[in-house]
Nanobody, 117 residues
Framework: QVQLVEAGGGLVQAGGSLRLSCAAS????????VSWWRQSPPKERDVVAA????????YYADSVKGRFTISRDNTKNTVYLQMNSLKPEDTAIYYC??????????WGRGTQVTVSS
């Protein structure tokens, strides 16, 4: 089993920054494809950024390119999402996901990000 715990969400003004963290227990995150997703009901949950276990290759949704950065610290078994130049439309619950290649998917419970205009 893998437990993922997100942290770092909060209330910030437009143009501000937040750094989210996804800490894992039960498995090394370096063995997962890790991604950040967000959901603002009633919208569907969408992927925001991802980092590959094999080569640390990254992916970003067009809406966050140039503003968000995903990174990992294997010594802390944690993946981060640095979010800069935040916009009100970035308001959502942010979730961390670990995909073990050829195996199971794991989700955290999410952290709320609210960007005020």
């Amino acid at each position: 089993q893998v437990q993922l715990v997100e942290a770092g969400g909060g209330l910030v003004q437009a143009g501000g920054s937040l750094r989210l963290s996804c800490a894992a227990s039960g498995r090394a995150l370096r063995s997962c494809d890790v991604s950040w997703w967000r959901q603002s009901p009633p919208k569907e949950r969408d992927v925001v950024a991802a980092i590959s276990w094999s080569d640390d290759g990254t992916y970003y949704a067009d809406s966050v390119k140039g503003r968000f950065t995903i990174s990992r610290d294997n010594t802390k078994n944690t993946v981060y999402l640095q979010m800069n130049s935040l916009k009100p439309e970035d308001t959502a619950i942010y979730y961390c996901k670990c995909v073990v290649p050829g195996s199971a998917n794991y989700w955290g419970r999410g952290t709320q990000v609210t960007v005020s205009s």
